[in-house]
Nanobody, 127 residues
Framework: QAQLVESGGGLVQPGGSLRLSCVAS???????????MAWFRQTSGKEREYIGGVTGNGAATNYDASMRDRFTVSRDNSKTTLYLQMNSLEPEDTGVYSC?????????????????WGLGTQVTVSS
């Protein structure tokens, strides 16, 4: 079994920052470096959006072009944890942020290949 659990969401003022975490657990992730991991989000009125991902070995990342300036994806395989650092948050960033995983030690999967998902954590940007 595989489990991805996000945390770190909450209420933040516009212009503020948050760091989200996603912990992977279960026998599926016995070698977490086999899995690329990524962050997605669903905001009001929009379909789920890709934010960015990182290869299993941590050597490569990519981002949606609209996200790369304010969001940073990183991972710590020793803690089986994926992170999302979010800066200069705007009300439009309000939504549910989820992590996902798929095979990808040294290359990033196609978005449709992400097949392991967490339930998400709510981020609300408001004054």
């Amino acid at each position: 079994q595989a489990q991805l659990v996000e945390s770190g969401g909450g209420l933040v003022q516009p212009g503020g920052s948050l760091r989200l975490s996603c912990v992977a657990s279960g026998p599926t992730f016995s070698d977490i470096s086999e899995y690329a991991m990524a962050w997605f989000r669903q905001t009001s009125g929009k379909e789920r959006e890709y934010i960015g991902g990182v290869t299993g070995n941590g050597a490569a990342t990519n981002y949606d072009a609209s996200m790369r300036d304010r969001f940073t994806v990183s991972r710590d395989n020793s803690k089986t944890t994926l992170y999302l650092q979010m800066n200069s948050l705007e009300p439009e960033d309000t939504g549910v942020y989820s992590c996902a995983a798929a095979f990808g030690r040294s290359s990033l999967p196609r978005l449709r290949e992400y097949n392991l998902w967490g339930l998400g954590t709510q981020v609300t940007v408001s004054s």
